[in-house]
């Protein structure tokens, strides 16, 4: 927990280094999430593993650091994120004789992202208007909370990486859609070697830039 406190309050001081700059803007930003888990054996009992798609959502802040020149930019972000996914374990007898069925696992993560964001703005003062943009980056989530699956074990730090797309209106407002791929693992089976799970994010947001 130390190390966690340590971290983000060197996050923090960071994003409020780029804060002083006059090209730093500074926002909210909020969307809904579907996630999913994939698991790294692909087949068990001659059946694998299924989840269900599961829904959630995010809400933060996000800063964007232009970076003078042809529309390059670095985004900042400090955001609550739900995620998880529905699983059926009764079918598996490694884990229905101890009475797991079907349930929901869910994961509460506070997610630092950082990208590097290209917008278009050469369209002879339309810009100011719509502007379209694309984004990709790494992602730090770290998990704060859970709902206590026995039967998995959640880690503590997980990485991912997320690419998206968007459109800014009237220079403030913008609308995003992005997929993040989890790069090294959000939960692992307790009873079972080599069972890791790697989430999947798709993430719908609108973001209001100061």
């Known amino acids: 927990m130390r190390k966690l406190f340590i971290f983000l309050t060197v996050v923090m001081v960071s994003l409020a280094t780029f804060y002083t700059s006059a090209q730093m803007r500074w926002g909210a930003t909020a969307g809904a999430m579907i996630s999913d888990i994939k ?33 390059f930019c670095i985004d900042l972000g400090l955001q609550y994120a739900q995620r998880g996914a529905t699983v059926d374990l009764s079918k598996f007898k490694v884990w229905a004789s101890d009475g797991y069925g ?16 290209f917008k278009y ?21 770290i998990l704060v909370a859970d709902n206590n699956v ?17 459109v800014e209106i009237f220079r ?32 719908v947001g609108l973001t209001y830039l100061f």
């Open 39 to 71: 698991w790294s054996q692909n087949a068990f009992r001659n059946e694998p593993l299924v989840t269900d798609l599961s829904a959630g959502y995010y809400a933060g802040i996000l800063g964007e650091y232009t970076i003078p020149g042809i529309g």
């Open 172 to 203: 403030n407002t913008q609308l995003s859609a992005s997929y993040t791929w989890d790069m090294t693992g959000s939960v692992k089976a307790v009873k079972l070697d080599n069972f890791n799970g790697k989430s999947g994010t798709w993430k």
């Open 150 to 166: 026995d039967a998995f074990k959640n880690k503590g730090v997980s990485f991912g990486l997320e690419a998206g797309a968007g």
């Open 102 to 117: 079907r349930g929901r696992i869910y994961l509460h993560y506070i997610d630092i992202p950082i990208h590097l964001r």
């Open 121 to 141: 703005t050469r369209m002879n003062g339309f810009e100011r208007k719509l502007a379209p943009f694309v984004y990709g980056g790494p992602c730090l989530s």
